[in-house]
């Protein structure tokens, strides 16, 4: 990839070699050379493929300027993540018309910095659904002989079909299908619910043997012990797991700045749990945050606040297996 698809964010870091007490002080950007980081960021900003009106390309901005509001000290888990050293390579320009070449763009960025730091997890930023499938692709580009499989938490399959909708957000994970990417028995999807997924959706599903698991289900052993009961099975089945973390798998009264956003859904404790878990994994190697729509939020930003807590949850679960 050429390197030049990368921008600089319009928010900029707060340097303080003496003071990391807070987020925004503590993620620096990343170096082109030199540089050895604990994990890796970027943004993929692009909501033009979603089905629904959707401002999510402005997440990855309000995601890093909110981080004043975030110590870098975990509380709950007696832990400060100040010593684990995160980088920020930035976002990922998108084109302002052309979905394909913007998606390719994402593509090429996964890869890039895949093979540039293979040992170092990769966190995006959407951006809507539709990343997820440029960035699963352009991991599979760099590692090519490696079996990739999905953690999917989602109300939604997302399996709707291309050759209606075009790469949209509601067809990443029948992209990789289809595309022979990932093969559905390594696909888990947790947090399915209700009324929000059409009979011939799940017909889908089934026929390619994706592993749907209900929330409902979920909460029956504990939505974190379910999730981990699937990354047991994946580990034994791929070589790198991929987790994807829609925005709208929260209630819609702890979520409100989503697309698509539902009744019925995870509490923030029970994601918030799940991702320590999730970032304990040494074979989750990346993690999306997408559909979260600053456009659609309160006065008070809770679903932006609560996506930072999030992310923030996966880096506690990954610094707590370092041991940092």
């Known amino acids: 990839m050429e390197k030049k698809w990368f921008q600089t964010p319009e928010w900029s870091w707060n340097a ?28 993929a900003p692009l909501s033009r493929s979603s089905i629904s009106v959707s401002g999510a390309s402005l997440y990855p901005n309000e995601f890093r300027k909110i981080w ?25 320009a998108m084109h302002t018309t052309n979905i394909l070449e913007s998606h390719s763009r994402i593509q090429a960025a996964a890869a890039y910095l895949s093979e540039k730091y293979p040992e170092r997890p990769l966190c995006i930023i959407g951006g809507d659904h539709s990343i997820t499938a440029c960035a699963v692709r352009g991991i599979k580009d760099a590692n090519p002989e490696e079996k990739i499989g999905i953690l999917q938490l989602d109300t939604h399959l997302d399996v709707r079909n291309p050759a209606d909708l075009g790469p949209a957000n509601g067809t990443p994970i029948r992209q990789l299908l289809d595309g022979g990417i990932v093969k559905g028995d390594n696909v888990y999807n947790i947090g399915l619910h209700g009324y929000f997924n059409a009979s011939p959706l799940v017909d889908y599903a089934k026929e390619h043997r994706i592993q749907m698991v209900t929330l409902k289900n979920a909460r029956k052993k504990g939505v974190p ?21 829609d925005m709208d798998v929260l209630d819609i009264g702890q979520a409100p700045g989503v697309p698509a956003s539902t009744p019925g859904g995870m509490t923030t404790f029970e994601l918030f749990d799940s991702l320590i878990e999730i970032g304990k994994r040494e074979q989750v190697r990346y993690i999306d945050f997408v559909c979260l729509d600053p456009t659609k939020d309160s006065p008070v930003a809770e679903t932006v606040k609560t996506g930072v807590y999030a992310w923030l949850q996966f880096v506690t679960g990954r610094a707590m297996a370092l041991g940092k």
Request: proline letters at 3%; a negative charge.
């Open 16 to 43: 303080l070699e003496s003071r990391k007490e807070f987020v925004h002080q503590w993620v620096q950007p990343l170096k082109d050379e030199g540089d050895s980081p604990d994990m890796i960021l970027f943004g």
């Open 225 to 245: 012990v379910a999730v981990n009961d699937a990354l047991d099975s994946l580990s034994e089945k791929v070589d790198r797991i991929y987790v994807t973390v």
């Open 68 to 92: 004043k509001n975030f110590a870098t000290y975990n509380l709950d888990e007696d832990i400060d993540l100040s010593e684990f050293n995160v980088a920020d390579a930035g976002d990922v």
